[in-house]
């Protein structure tokens, strides 16, 4: 252990928001992974600037995360440093219709906000389990919905330069799982968003009719990453790994649900291993029968 990087770490991040060896099954929610060399979870927008810029300047390899549920973190572990953006950055403040909502808050937490409020636009994506910077990053979506219908701006963090831009939802690109976050070196910091005055019984019954399905589609009572694979074109990828024969395919403790055929779910105290089996098998087998290539919609970091 580097103690010197470690105080010059804590010194940026703020006291008690390192941990060192931590075990990253604890912050995924496929509860899978071995352990992150450091785990830092900065206070604010100033602490994450400080946290970049020192990595950087030590050359050390990161990886910034939300809710962990779009992420598979393999057994061996992250031999770098995690930056979690959390519970610590998730300021909310609504003004009129506009949300402005911090990195690490929760997709849901800001849905169920502008739901009381009686503002639509978010209700159907109420029940993505991912943080606003995730969500922007993936341009989240469910049931028709995404977030480039809401989005007005984006401030981020250019990581080669260190400055903070603002993006707007043209600048931000934003397509079926993609936005230029994923192409340049930039951290997602906050977003803001703009709804529309409605109905509040309404909407409430929007939320609460997606958030049915989702229980009644959905295996939620395992650990997952939600879809693992995006849609291939002209197909649903869940239909492609039922008709292949693979529902309940398993390979130790994880397994090709039989609720939903595109998730791969810890059924049983699965490793990471073990869920990437399952995914190759999958991709494997859909590409030798329709000749389809399953594109992960899952993150897969390694060592």
Do not use: W
Request: with cysteine; aromatic share 6%; hydrophobic share 40%.
């Amino acid at each position: 252990m580097n103690q010197e990087f470690l105080k010059k770490l804590t010194d940026a991040a703020g006291e008690g928001n390192v941990l060192i060896d931590e075990p990253m099954y604890k912050h995924i929610t496929f509860r899978v992974g071995g352990k992150a060399s450091y785990f830092v979870e900065p206070e604010n927008v100033e602490g994450v600037c400080k946290v970049i810029k020192l990595l950087k300047k030590e050359n050390k390899p990161f990886f910034v995360m939300g809710n962990g549920s779009n992420l598979l973190v393999t057994d061996e572990g992250y031999d770098g440093v995690i930056v979690k953006l959390g519970s610590k950055l998730s300021n909310i403040v609504v003004s009129g219709n506009k949300l402005t909502v911090e990195a690490g808050a929760m997709l849901t937490r800001a849905s169920r906000l502008a739901c009381d409020r009686g503002l639509t636009g978010m209700e159907r994506l109420s029940g993505i389990p991912g943080t606003i910077g995730g969500a922007v990053v993936m341009n989240a979506g469910a049931y028709g919905a995404e977030i480039k219908d809401v989005i007005v701006s984006a401030k981020v963090l250019d990581v080669e330069t260190g400055d903070i831009l603002i993006l707007s939802r043209e600048e931000l690109n934003l397509s079926y799982r993609h936005s230029i976050i994923m192409e340049k070196n930039y951290i997602v910091l906050e977003a803001q968003f703009l709804l529309a005055e409605g109905d509040k019984d309404e909407i409430i019954n929007i939320v609460n009719e997606c958030t049915a399905q989702r229980k009644s589609k959905q295996p939620l009572e395992y650990g997952s990453a939600g879809s693992t694979f995006k849609r291939p074109e002209g197909h649903f990828a869940g239909k492609l790994i039922q008709d292949a024969g693979l529902a309940g395919y398993t390979v130790g403790g994880a397994q090709v649900s039989e609720k939903h055929c595109g998730f791969v779910i810890n059924r049983d105290n699965a490793t990471a291993t073990d869920v990437l089996s399952v995914i190759n098998h999958v991709q494997e087998r859909v590409l030798e029968q329709f000749g389809v290539k399953l594109e992960l919609e899952v993150y897969i970091l390694k060592v």
